[in-house]
T-cell receptor
Framework: KAGVTQTPRYLIKTRGQQVTLSCSPI?????VSWYQQTPGQGLQFLFE???????NKGNFPGRFSGRQFSNSRSEMNVSTLELGDSALYLC?????????????FGPGTRLTVT | AQRVTQPEKLLSVFKGAPVELKCNYS??????LFWYVQYSRQRLQLLLR??SRESIKGFTADLNKGETSFHLKKPFAQEEDSAMYYC????????????????FGQGTILTVHP
C-alpha cells in the first residue's frame, strides 16, 4: 500500500497570504488528522476529519481550517499567514477500526512565512 | 486535559549500554499509549503501542497506571537507534474508537555513540 502523501513538500509564503496544503491518506483510511510541528511547541494537534466531517479540533485560531473530500483526501488552509505559522505540517491517516488507534504519518509540508 | 511529559530532551549512551526513555502522562480516563520514532530525514513512524505488548527492534514499554508512566527500554542500544523519540497518548473512547487526536510529549533525542 502506498503511504500517506502530502503536497507540496515545501512552501514559502509572505505574511498576510493564505496557503492550502493537501494530504492523501492510505487507501481505505477514512480518518485524517493534522498536526503542526515546531521546535518550540513540538507536535500539536490541529484537527481531525472523518467521513468529511470535522470530529475533533485543537487549540488553534480560526485562521486554520480544513476539509475532507469524499475520497478521504484532506486539505488544510491557513489564511492571513503570520511569521509564527512557519512550521512543518504533518497529516496522519488511520483506518479507525474497532481497535485501531494507529496513525500513519506523511512526510510533511515545510511552510516558511517571510 | 491530557498531557504527556518526556523529562529528558537529550539522552546519550554508548553502544551496547541499556537505554531508558522516560514518559509520564496525565489523563483521567483510559488512554492508549504509543511510542513514535523519527529517524534522520524520515517520517514519523509508530514504534510500538502498549496494547500490543510486543517488542519492536528490541524496544519494550510497559504501561504503569499507578505511576502513570510508559517508559521505553532497550537492554543493548545500537547506533541505528539514534533518533528522536516521542511518547504519545490518545483518548480511548468506549466502544473502541478514538477521535484522531494524539497528544505528544516534547520528544527525546537519543544518541548512541560507537
Amino acid at each position: 500500500k502506498a503511504g500517506v502523501t502530502q503536497t507540496p513538500r515545501y512552501l514559502i509564503k509572505t505574511r498576510g497570504q493564505q496557503v492550502t496544503l493537501s494530504c492523501s491518506p492510505i487507501s481505505g483510511h477514512r480518518s485524517v488528522s493534522w498536526y503542526q510541528q515546531t521546535p518550540g511547541q513540538g507536535l500539536q494537534f490541529l484537527f481531525e476529519y472523518f467521513s468529511e466531517t470535522q470530529r475533533n479540533k485543537g487549540n488553534f485560531p480560526g485562521r486554520f481550517s480544513g476539509r475532507q473530500f469524499s475520497n478521504s483526501r484532506s486539505e488544510m488552509n491557513v489564511s492571513t499567514l503570520e511569521l509564527g505559522d512557519s512550521a512543518l505540517y504533518l497529516c496522519a491517516s488511520s483506518n479507525q477500526g474497532p481497535l485501531s488507534y494507529e496513525q500513519y504519518f506523511g512526510p510533511g509540508t515545510r511552510l516558511t512565512v517571510t | 486535559a491530557q498531557r504527556v511529559t518526556q523529562p529528558e530532551k537529550l539522552l546519550s549512551v554508548f553502544k551496547g549500554a541499556p537505554v531508558e526513555l522516560k514518559c509520564n502522562y496525565s489523563y483521567s480516563g483510559s488512554p492508549e499509549l504509543f511510542w513514535y520514532v523519527q529517524y534522520s530525514r524520515q517520517r514519523l513512524q509508530l514504534l510500538l503501542r502498549h496494547i500490543s505488548r510486543e517488542s519492536i527492534k528490541g524496544f519494550t514499554a510497559d504501561l504503569n497506571k499507578g505511576e502513570t508512566s510508559f517508559h521505553l527500554k532497550k537492554p543493548f542500544a545500537q547506533e541505528e537507534d539514534s533518533a528522536m523519540y516521542y511518547c504519545a497518548l490518545i483518548r480511548a473512547v468506549a466502544g473502541g474508537t478514538s477521535y484522531g487526536k494524539l497528544t505528544f510529549g516534547q520528544g527525546t533525542i537519543l544518541t548512541v555513540h560507537p
